[in-house]
């Protein structure tokens, strides 16, 4: 069975930085793909960042315009690992983040298989 298991998240001012990770295991992992989504309270889920593995420790990334210079992707493929550097926080980073995986680099969350358990990122102004 795989599992996502996400840690970073917390409280942070306007213009601080968290680092968010997510470790997948299970002998059936394979996806090609993991990621970040997020849902804010009466808000959609929405593509944050994701990478596309294309090689050891090689991969696509992309990220959503409203990221975009400030939030960096990383990943591990030999230890199935993927980070996600956030800069510049602001109030309206503030939801539930969600690790993500799949198969195809996508925005949109239906395309993905598993999906950890979330963590809540506060941005304070």
């Known amino acids: 069975q795989v599992q996502l298991v996400e840690s970073g998240g917390g409280l942070v001012q306007a213009g601080g930085s968290l680092r968010l990770s997510c470790a997948a295991s299970?002998?059936?992992?394979?996806?090609?793909?993991m990621g970040w989504f997020r849902q804010a309270p009466r808000k959609e889920r929405e593509f944050v960042s994701g990478i596309r593995w294309i090689g050891i420790n090689t991969y696509y990334a992309d990220y959503a315009d409203s990221v975009k210079g400030r939030f960096t992707i990383s990943g591990d493929s030999a230890k199935n690992t993927v980070s996600l550097q956030m800069n510049s926080l602001k109030p309206e980073d503030t939801a539930v983040y969600y690790c993500s995986a799949g198969n195809v680099l996508s925005s949109s969350y239906g395309t993905y298989d598993y999906w950890g358990q979330g963590t809540q990122v506060t941005v304070s102004s």
């Open positions: 299970g002998r059936s992992f394979s996806s090609a793909v």
